[in-house]
């Protein structure tokens, strides 16, 4: 049921494309790494296949049809979820100020808003500068300013031009029949609860929070509201709710499609980690951070995902027209095939011609996926 919610089990739906697959999901993450791809071009490669990379890049981000905002992280979202958000922007309205404070609020502001009225939609650096010259987080004025105006609601980040933000007012970006803050927070989060439901299929209270960050006691009060149906799940300790479209996909017994792919550590069928032990027994954690010395898996061990399992994990690399993996653990001999298809088609997906193993956990099925491999 996990699998279909999130489109990986059936035939990719080719016509709805990139769009179709962030409607589907409701908010596809953003991360500043970039391995085989960043992160938000792995997620529709994962469902759809060898989709052009231009093409995911002008589905997100070409005609007003996708905004960024602070949902599970930074995610994408479908321009159709902005007053869905509205509790979020006032909340942080109410909150007076992000962890960076601006020395004069309203004259920064103000030159934000002015200079994108005058001038349209701009970078932080176009509008004056996004660092003082410190570390990463040691911001301009401007930048704080902008970045307040984001959360807030005046400003919409629809594009990113190399991977910089470009800053449009709301009121010239955002559909007017989409632009208004009527639902009250209630409402906001019953809607985005039952958006969670049908990204995930079959979730707990705590899953249904995950999703796009929400807490606990928020799901509670209006899960009965939703078209969720409570259901128990043999093995888990919580409740549960299930999609009604989910559930009758499931009764049906139609026998659909499994995906052979890597995923994007930030993918939503595994960016909740105990979700993800708890559904597929397979302990996942992003290392980028960790010192590496400490890491297991690699830097950004890629999961991989074939027959409806979590059947091992490689941390990929490029060298010129060669995918080097850098790090592979499988899950026995049936993982192997499985993954010398992943790795040869996500290499020919980024222009590699070569796929090289350096090194593998178990001596005896590196040489089995060497060989199938060649």
């Given at each position: 049921?996990?699998?279909?919610?999130?489109?990986?089990?059936?035939?990719?739906?080719?016509?709805?494309?990139?769009?179709?697959?962030?409607?589907?999901?409701?908010?596809?993450?953003?991360?500043?790494?970039?391995?085989?791809?960043?992160?938000?071009?792995?997620?529709?490669?994962?469902?759809?296949?060898?989709?052009?990379?231009?093409?995911?890049?002008?589905?997100?981000?070409?005609?007003?049809?996708?905004?960024?905002?602070?949902?599970?992280?930074?995610?994408?979202?479908?321009?159709?979820?902005?007053?869905?958000?509205?509790?979020?922007?006032?909340?942080?309205?109410?909150?007076?100020?992000?962890?960076?404070?601006?020395?004069?609020?309203?004259?920064?502001?103000?030159?934000?808003?002015?200079?994108?009225?005058?001038?349209?939609?701009?970078?932080?650096?176009?509008?004056?500068?996004?660092?003082?010259?410190?570390?990463?987080?040691?911001?301009?004025?401007?930048?704080?300013?902008?970045?307040?105006?984001?959360?807030?609601?005046?400003?919409?980040?629809?594009?990113?031009?190399?991977?910089?933000?470009?800053?449009?007012?709301?009121?010239?970006?955002?559909?007017?029949?989409?632009?208004?803050?009527?639902?009250?927070?209630?409402?906001?989060?019953?809607?985005?609860?039952?958006?969670?439901?049908?990204?995930?299929?079959?979730?707990?209270?705590?899953?249904?929070?995950?999703?796009?960050?929400?807490?606990?006691?928020?799901?509670?009060?209006?899960?009965?509201?939703?078209?969720?149906?409570?259901?128990?799940?043999?093995?888990?300790?919580?409740?549960?709710?299930?999609?009604?479209?989910?559930?009758?996909?499931?009764?049906?017994?139609?026998?659909?499609r499994h995906r052979t792919t890597l995923l994007?550590?930030?993918?939503?069928?595994?960016?909740?980690?105990?979700?993800?032990?708890?559904?597929?027994?397979?302990?996942?954690?992003?290392?980028?951070?960790?010192?590496?010395?400490?890491?297991?898996?690699?830097?950004?061990a890629m999961p991989l995902l074939s027959g409806g399992r979590l059947l091992g994990r490689?941390?990929?690399?490029?060298?010129?027209?060669?995918?080097?993996?850098?790090?592979?653990?499988?899950?026995?001999?049936?993982?192997?095939?499985?993954?010398?298809?992943?790795?040869?088609?996500?290499?020919?997906?980024?222009?590699?011609?070569?796929?090289?193993?350096?090194?593998?956990?178990?001596?005896?099925?590196?040489?089995?996926?060497?060989?199938?491999?060649?």
């Open positions: 049921m996990a699998l279909r919610a999130q489109g990986l089990l059936g035939a990719p739906d080719r016509r709805a494309g990139v769009r179709g697959v962030l409607r589907r999901l409701g908010a596809v993450q953003l991360d500043t790494i970039s391995v085989l791809a960043r992160s938000h071009e792995l997620v529709p490669y994962a469902r759809l296949g060898a989709v052009g990379r231009t093409a995911v890049e002008s589905a997100y981000w070409s005609h007003g049809r996708s905004f960024e905002y602070w949902s599970h992280a930074a995610c994408v979202l479908p321009v159709e979820e902005w007053p869905h958000f509205a509790f979020r922007r006032r909340a942080r309205l109410a909150r007076g100020h992000r962890w960076h404070v601006l020395e004069d609020s309203e004259r920064s502001c103000a030159a934000v808003r002015d200079r994108l009225k005058a001038e349209g939609p701009l970078t932080a650096t176009e509008l004056g500068g996004a660092k003082n010259g410190g570390e990463w987080y040691d911001w301009s004025e401007t930048k704080i300013a902008v970045e307040w105006l984001l959360d807030t609601g005046e400003v919409v980040c629809t594009q990113r031009r190399g991977w910089k933000r470009v800053y449009d007012l709301a009121e010239r970006a955002i559909p007017d029949e989409l632009r208004h803050d009527e639902l009250d927070d209630t409402e906001c989060i019953r809607r985005l609860v039952a958006q969670a439901g049908a990204a995930l299929g079959v979730a707990t209270r705590a899953d249904l929070a995950d999703y796009h960050r929400l807490k606990n006691d928020q799901v509670a009060a209006v899960v009965a509201d939703t078209d969720l149906v409570p259901v128990e799940v043999a093995g888990w300790a919580k409740p549960a709710w299930a999609d009604p479209a989910a559930l009758a996909a499931e009764s049906a017994g139609k026998r659909s994007s550590p930030f993918d939503s069928l595994v960016w909740d980690r105990p979700r993800t032990e708890r559904i597929f027994g397979f302990t996942h954690r992003l290392e980028a951070y960790v010192p590496r010395p400490q890491r297991v898996h690699g830097y950004f490689v941390d990929p690399a490029r060298e010129g027209t060669t995918l080097v993996a850098r790090q592979i653990s499988m899950a026995g001999g049936k993982a192997v095939a499985p993954m010398a298809q992943a790795l040869r088609e996500a290499a020919e997906w980024v222009g590699c011609d070569t796929v090289r193993v350096d090194r593998c956990d178990d001596p005896a099925l590196a040489k089995a996926l060497v060989d199938a491999l060649a």
